[in-house]
């Protein structure tokens, strides 16, 4: 296959894709990949419908048209997306492939390995940041507690699956630089420092797929640029890729390999960061100008 | 300072609007009194110096307050460092729960202590058992349960029930008294899985209510108001207290005294108490506890870390009844009979302001909060000498429900959060792993 990335190695595929909330259509027919390995960036004017996509995609909105096929691990097999779209099943058995539209919101965080973070913020403000990590490793430690009974009895399994929770937790720390406020409450952090930990708990769960809603806003220019380096390192790691939603271009042109574009819930381009900074059509959404204008002003800039 | 008013003239200022308020709300309350006369016609007396009495009360109430705050506003309240260990507490506490009947025993003898014992120590830690289980509902998952006293209910009529059905002993009953009530508490949690809040609380009182409408409705199996009542008694391990060569006081050589079988009850709910309290620190520390926490604080960024809220909500709800229904049982066996009218809302009420006292959360405030309400409310009965005082027709127990109204001011002015309101964490990177 040719292409870029995301169609050649695709691990999310949205398939017409379309949100109504009564007689507002908040998406409208968006398709597009996400591919692995990749930082996209899902750009577009206040009301594009980014956020609702993201609803979506991770299960707290049901969408009433559209499918979205996700695979954690290995390409994204079109064959079993179609075998499994006949069966009515969520996901397959082998657990290579899974339809998210069908999915309730804690099943894709929990089985599709799919994280995400809230654009207000959304920590446990009144437990130590500590615990907002560890809590975010239930998944692995509930089974290690024996469902709670080892933990009642203080088995040595679940000491040694607490301490292996804990130095997870004081690896994330030490990479958003909190190690030295892990012991007190995440409600009484910084803006830049919640922003920062909210991240770290998303990661903490190992995810296949991080989504990010708007990152860096509220972040002074020495924080997004932080940020973008966190986010770069977590992609080169190669176990996570990376789908954000974020308004500071500044960002979004540095660290994407992949930019989609919103406009009135529809997608209007689709590429890599230097095809859509050129695009007249994503031009005239940010400037507010129509199409044949901004094709005329883009022509003026590049002589 | 702009305020151009000293702070004697302000609260002399405040004052005056206070004793307008009391004045105002106590004139048709307080001021006439209506009695029926001999041809049972009701005929209007004023009250005057009972009137004013009240009033000047209300104006020196506010005077005090105002006074005091204005003494204290401009000082900075300083938090104490977290973490601060007080360990000498709890150890302590425990010792005097050990020692209390036993004390009292040897001090007053056998007659005496009885009322002792069974008022200010059964009771008293029946109240604690049911705090603490309602601490797990309310305190640690944040789900406002109004209507607790249903699962307390199922464990009282389910061991009065089934004790003389099944003519198994107590010790095999109090855990199914427990198991039945959490498996009411799951049927309770599964309707109410989408609530939080207001919404939760409306639904949960009416469930409340329902369990106890049935009690009385249910007229073949519960008896109606009259109650259950003549099922077995607390046994020690077999041995009845009952007088003559077969009970627990011959077969050790005793003399027969009612006061054993309360011990025995106090020393059995104490031990369940501190089960329950077991087992809620443990939880906290555990996956499970600390999702009822996250579950308290954000239940959407739960959802997006993958936790199932609706288990999370029910286990919450099945475990806080589990304590509730062994709590049941135990009524049952001090109490001797089980009617309707011992499950009210009133005690949903009395038992979540014994949670929302302590502290939510804080298992030492809340048992605290139990002897306050539960203790200070009994005390009243024994304040006899008042009658020397205010003359024979008074009854202080007639003002209890005001001072709780009282001290529920008191709290919300001086401590919103409840008594014990810091949060220790569960973990702490310093220790490790705990």
């Known amino acids: 296959m040719s292409g870029p990335r995301w169609i050649k190695e695709s691990m999310l595929r949205v398939d017409h894709l379309t949100m109504r909330f009564g007689g507002l259509t908040a998406v409208n027919d968006v398709s597009f990949s996400v591919g692995r390995g990749d930082i996209t960036a899902l750009i577009g004017p206040n009301g594009a419908g980014k956020t609702t996509l993201f609803n979506c995609l991770t299960g707290f909105y049901k969408p009433t048209v559209g499918r979205i096929g996700f695979s954690p691990v290995g390409a994204l097999d079109e064959a079993k997306i179609e075998t499994l779209t006949a069966t009515g099943r969520k996901y397959s058995r082998d657990g290579a492939v899974y339809l998210l539209e069908r999915m309730a919101n804690f099943e894709i965080a929990r089985k599709a390995r799919v994280a995400r973070t809230f654009q207000n913020i959304r920590l446990f403000a009144g437990m130590s940041v500590l615990e907002n990590l560890i809590v975010a490793q239930h998944l692995v430690l509930t089974p290690a507690s024996g469902y709670g009974f080892f933990g009642l009895i203080g088995l040595p399994s679940w000491r040694h699956a607490e301490r292996a929770a804990v130095s997870r937790a004081e690896k994330w720390l030490d990479r958003i630089g909190l190690t030295h406020r892990a012991d007190d409450l995440a409600g009484a952090l910084p803006y830049g420092d919640q922003r920062r930990l909210e991240i770290a708990r998303a990661m903490c769960g190992n995810p296949a797929l991080l989504c990010l809603d708007e990152p860096a806003a509220g972040l002074n220019a020495n924080e997004s640029h932080g940020l973008a380096a966190l986010l770069r390192e977590i992609r080169d790691e190669g176990e996570t890729s990376v789908l954000l939603i974020e308004h500071d271009m500044a960002v979004v042109m540095a660290i994407s390999d992949h930019v989609v574009v919103l406009d009135y819930g529809q997608k209007i381009a689709d590429g890599s960061p230097a095809e859509v900074r050129e695009n007249p059509a994503v031009i005239a959404a940010y400037l507010g100008v129509e199409e044949d204008e901004a094709e005329e002003l883009s022509g003026e800039a590049q002589p | ?434």
Request: charged fraction near 15%.
């Open chain 2, 1 to 434: 300072m702009n305020d151009p008013l000293s702070p004697v003239s302000r609260a002399l200022k405040d004052g005056a609007i206070g004793a307008l308020i009391v004045g105002g709300l106590g004139f048709p309350v307080i001021l006439f009194r209506a009695d029926p006369d001999f041809n049972n016609v009701l005929a209007l007396h004023f009250r005057w110096p009972l009137y004013f009495i009240f009033v000047g009360i209300g104006f020196v109430l506010r005077f005090v307050l105002s006074l005091w705050n204005a003494r204290r506003a401009p000082k900075i309240e300083v938090h104490a460092a977290p973490g601060k260990k007080r360990g000498w507490l709890a150890p302590a506490g425990l010792a005097a729960l050990v020692a209390y009947p036993l004390l009292v025993l040897a001090l007053l003898g056998p007659l005496p202590a009885l009322k002792w014992v069974d008022t200010f120590g059964v009771q008293i830690l029946l109240y604690v058992l049911l705090g603490w289980g309602l601490n797990i509902t309310v305190g640690l998952a944040g789900l406002l349960d109004l209507g607790y006293v249903a699962f307390y209910a199922v464990g009282a009529y389910a061991y009065a029930l089934l004790a003389p059905l099944t003519g198994f002993g107590f010790w095999a009953l109090l855990p199914a008294c427990g198991l039945l009530a959490a498996a009411w508490g799951l049927c309770i949690g599964f309707p109410v899985l989408r609530l939080r809040g207001d919404y939760l609380a409306i639904v949960t009182l009416a469930f409340g209510e329902m369990v106890r409408i049935v009690a009385v409705n249910w007229d073949v199996v519960t008896h109606g108001e009259a109650g259950l009542f003549g099922y077995p008694g607390l046994t020690f391990f077999g041995l009845p207290f009952i007088p003559g060569p077969h009970g627990f006081d011959a077969h050790f050589g005793l003399k027969f005294a009612g006061v054993h079988k309360l011990i025995f009850l106090y020393y059995l709910i104490l031990a369940l108490a501190l089960f329950a309290n077991f087992v809620s620190i443990r939880l906290r520390r555990l996956p499970l506890g600390r999702a009822w926490e996250a579950l308290r604080e954000d239940e959407i960024a739960c959802r997006a870390l993958g936790l199932d809220t609706a288990n999370i909500k029910l286990t919450a709800f099945a475990l806080g009844a589990f304590f509730a229904g062994i709590a049941g049982c135990l009524f049952a066996l001090r109490q001797g009979v089980v009617t309707p009218s011992s499950f009210t809302f009133t005690e949903s009420a009395t038992i979540l302001a014994i949670v929302v006292l302590g502290g939510a959360g804080s298992q030492v405030g809340v048992a605290f909060a139990a002897a306050l309400i539960v203790g200070s409310s009994e005390l009243l009965r024994e304040l006899t000498f008042l009658k020397a005082v205010f003359g024979e027709s008074f009854d202080p127990t007639q003002y209890r429900m005001l001072l709780v109204g009282l001290a529920m001011v008191a709290m919300m002015n001086f401590r919103p959060r409840g008594l014990v309101s810091t949060r220790q964490p569960t973990i702490l990177l310093k220790d490790g792993a705990s």
